[in-house]
């Protein structure tokens, strides 16, 4: 059972795996990266409905019956869930001077294509417009809990990115409380009475940080970037929700997806990456100042000893630099 335990000298919790320790040999880092054809049977493929746990929403154009063949996306809960919607409320207990709380909450996969050895970047536009109407779907279906007050969508592809199956998916996770990495942006609002990203759109047109620009989206290299050739999708429009951006709004996106992600593997030489989907939390009274927005992350290097200890990360290029080779990379791909 998964319970959320206080880290006391961080401030900060740790979601821990009770009664499930993994041997040193089933770490992927310790596993080859390459799967044969026929090696391996993938659950993830369509036909193999039958070796996931049961299917929570699919996209079905011809009303095929759930756990059977026939969907284009397709959405179960994960096997090795960190979270679980089995009790009631969240219970806090404490144990001398710890303290910890039950993993109340919800933990999904989302399949992205019935398809093996597809990625992303390469799927047709419809079908990721699908993807991005089901993480929308999703996200309103978690939040009508009111329990959950905080829902995290996000993506590792390869190895160091934190990937588990080659079967391209995506994953979300709602919590029972509201992490606090993004608390920048209320505390902006607090004191400025602006939104903080929508401050930024306005400063990075009179800087060189802009990767891209859509009709709807902007892609930008983070002024204080964490992460080597780490890149933000942030829409122009002030939304606090990915889950409200119209049929427009994601015929565009998908577009801007599809064509960042394809030229950033390509300059980047196909690193393992992650995304992520930021949003306002939910079923919470006060959410000003916040405003969704995506963070892509390519994983060039392991984080050292120092980053790890003090949290203050050390990126060796500066936003400047990765923003025009990003640029100049969209010009062939796009």
Same mark, same amino acid.
């Given at each position: 059972?998964?319970?959320?335990?206080?880290?006391?000298?961080r401030?900060?919790?740790?979601l821990?795996?009770?009664?499930?320790?993994? #041997?040193?040999?089933?770490?992927?880092?310790? #596993?080859?990266?390459?799967?044969?054809?026929?090696?391996?049977?993938?659950?993830f493929c369509?036909?193999?409905e039958?070796?996931?746990?049961?299917?929570?929403?699919?996209?079905?154009?011809?009303?095929?019956?759930?756990?059977?063949?026939?969907?284009?996306?397709?959405?179960?809960?994960?096997k090795?869930?960190?979270?679980?919607?089995k009790?009631?409320?969240?219970?806090?207990? &404490?144990?001398?001077?710890?303290?910890?709380?039950?993993?109340?909450g919800?933990?999904?996969?989302?399949?992205?294509?019935?398809?093996?050895?597809i990625?992303l970047?390469?799927l047709?536009?419809?079908q990721?417009?699908?993807l991005?109407?089901?993480?929308?779907?999703r996200? #309103?279906?978690?939040?009508?809990d009111?329990?959950?007050?905080?829902?995290?969508?996000?993506?590792?592809?390869?190895?160091?990115?934190?990937?588990?199956?080659?079967?391209?998916?995506?994953?979300?996770?709602?919590?029972?409380?509201?992490?606090d990495?993004? #608390?920048?942006?209320?505390k902006?609002?607090?004191?400025?009475?602006?939104?903080?990203?929508?401050?930024?759109?306005?400063?990075?047109?009179?800087?060189?940080?802009?990767?891209?620009?859509?009709?709807y989206?902007i892609?930008?290299?983070?002024?204080?970037?964490?992460f080597?050739?780490?890149?933000?999708?942030?829409?122009?429009?002030?939304q606090?929700y990915f889950?409200?951006?119209?049929?427009?709004e994601i015929k565009?996106?998908?577009?801007?997806?599809k064509?960042?992600?394809?030229?950033?593997?390509?300059?980047?030489a196909?690193? &393992?990456?992650?995304i992520m989907i930021?949003?306002?939390?939910?079923?919470?009274?006060?959410?000003?100042?916040y405003?969704w927005?995506i963070?892509?992350?390519?994983?060039?290097?392991? &984080?050292?000893a120092?980053?790890?200890a003090?949290g203050?990360?050390?990126?060796?290029?500066?936003?400047?630099?990765?923003?025009?080779?990003?640029r100049?990379?969209?010009?062939?791909?796009?």
């Amino acid at each position: 059972m998964t319970e959320l335990r206080r880290d006391m000298v961080r401030d900060s919790w740790v979601l821990i795996v009770n009664g499930k320790a993994l #041997k040193p040999s089933d770490f992927p880092i310790n #596993k080859s990266t390459v799967s044969l054809l026929g090696e391996e049977i993938c659950p993830f493929c369509e036909g193999n409905e039958a070796l996931t746990t049961g299917e929570l929403d699919a996209f079905r154009p011809n009303a095929s019956l759930p756990n059977q063949p026939g969907w284009l996306v397709r959405v179960i809960t994960n096997k090795y869930a960190m979270f679980a919607m089995k009790t009631e409320d969240l219970e806090y207990r &404490s144990s001398g001077i710890y303290s910890r709380c039950n993993g109340l909450g919800q933990h999904e996969v989302v399949i992205e294509t019935p398809q093996h050895g597809i990625q992303l970047h390469e799927l047709e536009a419809d079908q990721i417009v699908l993807l991005l109407k089901m993480l929308q779907k999703r996200f #309103k279906a978690l939040a009508e809990d009111a329990r959950i007050k905080y829902i995290q969508i996000y993506k590792n592809r390869g190895l160091f990115a934190g990937a588990s199956q080659d079967h391209s998916h995506s994953q979300i996770l709602a919590y029972p409380m509201v992490p606090d990495r993004n #608390k920048g942006l209320p505390k902006y609002f607090h004191e400025h009475g602006r939104c903080l990203m929508c401050e930024m759109i306005e400063e990075e047109s009179r800087q060189d940080r802009i990767i891209y620009e859509s009709d709807y989206f902007i892609i930008l290299s983070p002024y204080a970037a964490r992460f080597s050739y780490e890149a933000w999708i942030i829409p122009k429009k002030h939304q606090k929700y990915f889950a409200d951006i119209d049929d427009l709004e994601i015929k565009d996106l998908q577009a801007v997806l599809k064509g960042y992600l394809g030229s950033m593997l390509e300059c980047l030489a196909s690193p &393992s990456y992650n995304i992520m989907i930021n949003s306002a939390p939910v079923n919470l009274s006060k959410q000003d100042g916040y405003h969704w927005y995506i963070e892509i992350i390519p994983r060039l290097i392991i &984080s050292n000893a120092v980053e790890i200890a003090s949290g203050y990360f050390i990126n060796p290029v500066d936003p400047e630099s990765a923003a025009k080779i990003l640029r100049d990379g969209l010009l062939i791909q796009f």
